[in-house]
């Protein structure tokens, strides 16, 4: 259900009932963090700028492994929630924790602070949160739309603004700087300047197999790969303005569900 690529060239997964893989010598070994295990289940596998492990589990809220240390951040130290579905990063290091129904907590070196409906957040329960270059957190939340953290304040992009559905399950920015988003009608893509349109890409136009967009990564080459629910693996290639359907490889895959891109 995730998959991280860690500092050292690692590959981890997080399988659907909590496991962390590692891929080391062409084969899958489990990831031992201590302090969690047999306990809660993962959700999610995150790895900061400072070369800190991040576990986020269902009940068990975040736990940090960093300096030969494990801290926990749950409720009970002002966590969002014990549940936690994703991280990201800000531009001054500090990590951000989405949780499934109590919006999105900010851990500091001063502690922890919540946000929100009663403060600014537009949904309790947060998907994904990326940064932009302009340093700016985009925070998809499952039945809010987009918030768009810019240092102060959020700013909200729903469904009012263009936006085809209020869920956003993937968010990323390409090399050209336009914001890409996953949602369950398919892609929104959002240009970097004023005279840049809203752009969607959905089955109806046939260029999708699948309107639900579980996961979206940019590769070196500036292809857009486009994980999907029942679709299989999609590219998107900027040159030509096509989406092609790699059929091969998503025969492999399940029920041609896509969870994660690295």
Known sequence: IDAVRLADGRLCFVEDRGTIRVWEKERFVELHLPGWQDLFVCNTLFQDSRGGIWVGTRGGGAFRFANGKVDQFSPANGLASGAVYCFGED??????????????SMISDQGVRTYRKSNGLHGTFVRCIERDREGNLLIGTNDGGLDIFKGDRFVSFGTADGLSDPQVWAVTEDDRGRRWFGTNAGIVILGDGPEDDLRVISAQQGMLTDNFIWCLREDDKGFMWIGTDHGGLLRYDPRTDQ???????SATMAEGKITALE
């Not at 531009?91 to 999105?104: A, F, H, L, P």
């Not at 989406?243 to 490889?249: A, G, P, Q, R, T």
Request: proline share 0%.
């Open 91 to 104: 531009n001054e290091g500090q990590v951000w924790v989405g949780s499934m129904d109590g919006g999105v």
């Open 243 to 249: 989406v092609s359907n790699d059929v091969e490889l």
